[in-house]
């Protein structure tokens, strides 16, 4: 059977990750909507609520106090089967990417455990946000979206070093 078309998709799109546009793309749009969306709060409406816009806070307080409780039942009902997962999931890409050389799992490595950092934040946040007061609530989730800007930061900085070192040791130093 002739894979004319697969192997002319594959010659023509560079399926390595770090050369790939879309790859940065995806790094671009996923960092921004996790710091976008602090806790299932669009950080917009936790700005209007900051500038003292009723209906803002009341939402915020809503949509707050919602994906808190989402979040805790989750992890609750499923917390410890699901970390576990998440980290065999890790360990594996991490252990096929840098022992084994395969870009791929570094790439979807290097998006994932950062991820996992701020899932971990995320949970932590949610578990402190029932019950709180609307000022203490809009101080919670703009000190987590810096936390999670941060770990965004780092994670960015990391992935673009990795990067350009594989496309550095591909490219000129025929890796």
Same mark, same amino acid.
């Given at each position: 059977?002739? !894979?004319?078309?697969?192997? #002319? +998709? !594959?010659?023509?799109?560079?399926?390595? /990750?770090?050369?790939?546009?879309?790859?940065?793309? +995806?790094?671009?749009?996923?960092? /921004?909507? @996790?710091?976008?969306?602090?806790?299932? %709060?669009?950080?917009?409406? $936790?700005?209007?609520?900051?500038?003292?816009?009723?209906?803002?806070?009341?939402?915020?307080? #809503?949509?707050?106090?919602?994906?808190?409780?989402?979040?805790?039942? *989750?992890?609750?009902?499923?917390? *410890?089967? @699901? #970390?576990?997962?998440? !980290?065999?999931?890790?360990? +594996?890409?991490? /252990?096929?990417?840098?022992?084994?050389?395969?870009?791929? +799992?570094?790439?979807?490595?290097?998006?994932?455990?950062?991820?996992?950092?701020?899932?971990?934040?995320?949970?932590?946040?949610?578990?402190?946000?029932?019950? &709180?007061?609307?000022? @203490?609530?809009?101080?919670?989730?703009?000190?987590?979206? %810096?936390? $999670?800007?941060? %770990?965004?930061? $780092?994670?960015? !900085?990391?992935?673009? &070093?990795?990067?350009?070192?594989?496309?550095?040791? $591909?490219?000129?130093?025929?890796?």
């Amino acid at each position: 059977m002739d !894979f004319f078309w697969l192997n #002319t +998709a !594959f010659e023509v799109i560079d399926m390595r /990750s770090f050369s790939n546009l879309w790859f940065w793309i +995806a790094l671009a749009v996923l960092w /921004s909507t @996790a710091a976008h969306w602090v806790i299932g %709060v669009p950080f917009d409406m $936790v700005q209007r609520a900051n500038r003292g816009q009723d209906a803002a806070l009341r939402d915020v307080e #809503t949509l707050a106090n919602m994906h808190a409780r989402r979040l805790i039942h *989750i992890f609750d009902v499923s917390g *410890i089967w @699901a #970390t576990g997962f998440i !980290f065999f999931a890790l360990a +594996a890409l991490a /252990s096929l990417g840098f022992v084994y050389g395969l870009e791929f +799992a570094q790439a979807v490595f290097l998006l994932g455990f950062p991820m996992s950092i701020v899932w971990g934040l995320s949970l932590h946040s949610a578990r402190a946000i029932p019950g &709180m007061e609307v000022g @203490a609530l809009l101080e919670h989730l703009r000190w987590h979206r %810096v936390k $999670v800007q941060m %770990v965004g930061v $780092v994670s960015i !900085f990391a992935t673009s &070093m990795w990067g350009m070192y594989v496309n550095m040791s $591909v490219n000129v130093l025929g890796g």
